[in-house]
């Protein structure tokens, strides 16, 4: 079946800008998501992308999808203390339910 | 709208005991899912309802566990007896048919099987 991977960890600098990856298993994905969890917290829908694009730009966020080689990054330009959470790749497979990734913890160094 | 209400959001048992855990979904909205979130396993989906009907509930672990959805305002997942490798955080998500992918979470219950 699908399987999405991520990194479990990535510690950046405040002001610096965060990637976060995503690989991907199912090629005939269709919407390719982004979520956030703060502590406490229940996840909440970032951003996403259509599987026909390969970018999408909003605010700091930037999505980026690589269809060929099944990866998706998440970018966050100048990174702020607020952007502290973990961070689930979600990929929407066949039957249109979301094969979630075990999610990124972002660390924010001062 | 409120968002998606889930109580109790701490729930503290015995092993043993009956758990009930309840969701109001994004009123509208004609999907709702059950998850379960532990640090060994991650995010879980335990079933989910499209207009109230169950339709696939695969990833509920055993018979101790039940949810039913009896109207589209409200549902509840139901552990009976608990037991404590069923602590976790569950969450209750709710989404529109359209935009199954875009689903709007709940707080969350902390369970904590002693």
């Known amino acids: 079946g699908e399987d999405v991977e991520q990194s479990l960890f990535l510690s950046v600098r405040e002001g610096d800008s965060s990637v976060i990856n995503c690989t991907y298993t199912d090629s005939s994905s269709t919407y390719l998501y982004w979520y956030k969890q703060e502590p406490g917290a229940g996840l909440q829908l970032l951003t996403y992308?259509?599987?026909n694009m390969d970018m999408k730009q909003d605010q700091r966020l930037t999505v980026l999808l690589n269809k060929k080689d099944k990866h998706l990054s998440l970018r966050i330009a100048d990174t702020q203390t607020g952007d502290s959470a973990i961070y689930f790749c979600?990929?929407?497979?066949?039957?249109?339910?979301?094969?979630w990734g075990a999610g990124t913890k972002l660390i924010i160094k001062p | 709208d409120a968002g998606v209400i889930q109580s109790p959001r701490h729930e503290v048992t015995e092993m043993g005991q009956e758990v009930t855990l309840r969701c109001k979904p994004i009123s509208g909205h004609d999907y709702l899912f059950w998850y379960r979130q532990t640090m060994m396993r991650g995010l879980e989906l335990l079933i989910y309802?499209?207009?109230?009907?169950?339709?696939?509930d695969s990833g509920m672990p055993e018979d101790r566990f039940s949810a039913k959805m009896p109207n589209a305002s409200f549902s509840t997942l139901k552990i009976q007896p608990s037991e404590p490798r069923d602590s976790a955080v569950y969450f209750c998500a709710s989404s529109l048919g359209t935009a199954t992918g875009e689903l709007f979470f709940g707080e969350g219950s902390r369970l904590t099987v002693l």
């Open positions: 979600a990929v929407e497979d066949s039957n249109y339910q979301l094969i």
């Open positions: 992308i259509f599987s």
């Open positions: 309802f499209n207009n109230n009907v169950p339709i696939d």
